[in-house]
């Protein structure tokens, strides 16, 4: 299994970045994705999760920090997730992760908002926001 994270960079507050990760050797489209950050001298924090919940539909949930200025989306045919970051704040320079777990792991939503619930991580990619 393998988790490739691409599309950080440096840019001015304000600025939009859209992040992506292409998930291989799993079957995608049952799993949790979520996308995680982890600032200097922080521990890692949730950022925002797109789940698959089998008869009832998929669903989506943000941390209240970024609700509203990001958006999360998932093309399975790509096996791809996104994460499309718009009116940044300096508050928000990390470095991204993405993770996937099978999504009916655990019933209760929020222990998706654990990074110790994630089977798969990828390698990071750098976001830094300048003011």
């Known amino acids: 299994v393998q988790l490739q994270a691409s599309g950080g960079g440096l840019v001015q507050a304000g600025d939009s970045l859209r992040l992506s990760c292409i998930v291989s050797g799993r079957t995608f489209s049952s799993d949790a994705m979520g996308w995680f950050r982890q600032a200097p001298g922080k521990a890692r924090e949730f950022v925002a999760l797109?789940?698959?919940?089998?008869?009832?539909?998929?669903?989506?949930f943000y941390a209240d920090s970024v609700k509203g200025r990001f958006t999360i989306s998932r093309d399975n045919a790509k096996n791809t997730v996104s994460l499309a970051m718009n009116s940044l704040k300096p508050e928000d320079t990390a470095i991204y992760y993405c993770a996937a777990v099978h999504s009916l792991k655990y019933a209760d939503v929020t222990y998706y908002y654990r990074d110790s619930t994630y089977d798969y991580w990828g390698q990071g990619t750098q976001v830094t926001v300048s003011s």
């Open positions: 797109i789940r698959w919940s089998g008869s009832s539909g998929g669903s989506i």
